[in-house]
Nanobody
Framework: QVQLVESGGGLVQPGGSLRLSCAAS????????MGWYRQAPGKQRELVAT???????NYVDSVKGRFTISRDNAKNTAYLQMNSLKPDDTAVYYC???????????????WGQGTQVTVSS
């Protein structure tokens, strides 16, 4: 089994910063993609940022220049540094990882339980 645990969410004022962490644990051989998604009330879940094992990143336009995704492959952990936060960034943030559990085995997607980010004065 594989578990993803997010942390670092909270309440922050507009213009502030937060750093989210996503730690993967369990039966893991390798992790290819890791990503952050978010879902605001009444809206569909949307991709925020992704990073592959080689370090290539991708961002939704609304966060480019403000958010930075990174990962520590040795710790199976991904991070999302969020700066210049806006009220529109308020959402539950979810981590996703594409995990291979054994050599030559298939890959599966796993999701964390989510962490709330609220941007408000």
């Amino acid at each position: 089994q594989v578990q993803l645990v997010e942390s670092g969410g909270g309440l922050v004022q507009p213009g502030g910063s937060l750093r989210l962490s996503c730690a993967a644990s369990g039966s893991i051989f390798s992790i290819s993609d890791m990503g952050w998604y978010r879902q605001a009330p009444g809206k569909q879940r949307e991709l925020v940022a992704t990073i592959i094992s080689g370090g290539t990143t991708n961002y939704v336009d609304s966060v480019k220049g403000r958010f930075t995704i990174s990962r520590d492959n040795a710790k199976n952990t991904a991070y999302l540094q969020m700066n210049s936060l806006k009220p529109d960034d308020t959402a539950v943030y979810y981590c996703k990882a594409v995990v291979t559990r054994r050599v030559g085995g298939p890959s599966f997607q796993y999701w964390g339980q989510g962490t709330q980010v609220t941007v408000s004065s």
